[in-house]
């Protein structure tokens, strides 16, 4: 199974908004909605952030959304914080019953 | 708040099997609402999903691990396990046990704080 495609880093400044894609296929992102993105912090444990393309778990601020367009999937991050800086990861299911991770995106807050 | 806590050890040889543990507080793993997984993060690269277990016996690999992986849920004990066999360099990772929301979500939340297993000898 090949990775989702996401680009290596975005960065934008305080205040501005972000989005990062992740670009799949037909048999992963573009048919499925378990779709979910993933903040890594350094030195902390992963947390979800998205999850089926669109919904926030409890707590995690409006300010970060989810959508899909055919075999894309996306997260947008707006009025960003420099707390928002970390590495971010999209996960689709696939038709064969598994799961890919993209790639990841570094975002930086400048 | 359900917790997890990865253990076992942090060097594995070449050719041996690397053997850890996820002990779960907070929660039980015999609730059928969920499975359990693996995920792991080489040095440099991205994540990379390992498996998905059941406490039924379902079982869900990724293909390019599946003849190395094994995975059981002890019930008794409120944990779950990873075995891979037959490790290379190309094993040394950090170890993420996770809570997956069943099959209609595919998402995984919470994650342990990861484990790092370096396999050298």
């Known amino acids: 199974q090949s990775a989702l495609t996401q680009p290596p880093s975005v960065s934008g400044s305080p205040g501005q908004s972000v989005t990062i894609s992740c670009t799949g296929t037909s048999s992963d992102v573009g048919t499925y909605n378990r779709v979910s993105w993933y903040q890594l912090p350094p030195g902390t444990a992963p947390k979800l952030m998205i999850y089926e393309v669109s919904n926030r778990p409890s707590g995690v601020p409006d300010r970060f959304s989810g959508s899909k367009s055919g075999n894309t999937a996306s997260l947008t991050i707006s009025g960003l914080q420099a707390e928002d800086e970390a590495d971010y990861y999209c996960s689709s299911y696939t038709s064969s019953s598994t799961l890919v991770f993209g790639g990841g995106t570094k975002l930086t807050v400048l | 708040q359900l917790q997890l806590q990865e253990s076992g050890p942090g060097l594995v040889k070449p050719s041996e099997t690397l053997s850890l543990s996820c002990t779960v507080s907070?929660?039980?793993?015999?609730?059928?609402?969920?499975?359990w997984g693996w995920i792991r993060q080489s040095p440099g690269k991205g994540l990379e999903w390992i498996g998905s277990m059941h406490n039924s016996g379902k079982t869900y690999y990724n293909p390019s691990l599946k003849s190395r992986v094994t995975t059981s849920v002890d019930t008794s004990n409120n944990e779950f396990s990873l075995k891979l066999s037959s490790v290379t360099a190309a094993d040394t990772a950090v170890y993420y046990c996770?809570?997956?929301?069943?099959?209609?979500?595919?998402?995984?939340?919470?994650w342990g704080q990861g484990t790092l297993v370096t396999v050298s000898s």
């Open positions: 996770v809570r997956q929301y069943g099959l209609g979500s595919w998402r995984f939340d919470p």
């Open positions: 907070g929660g039980s793993v015999s609730s059928s609402s969920f499975y």
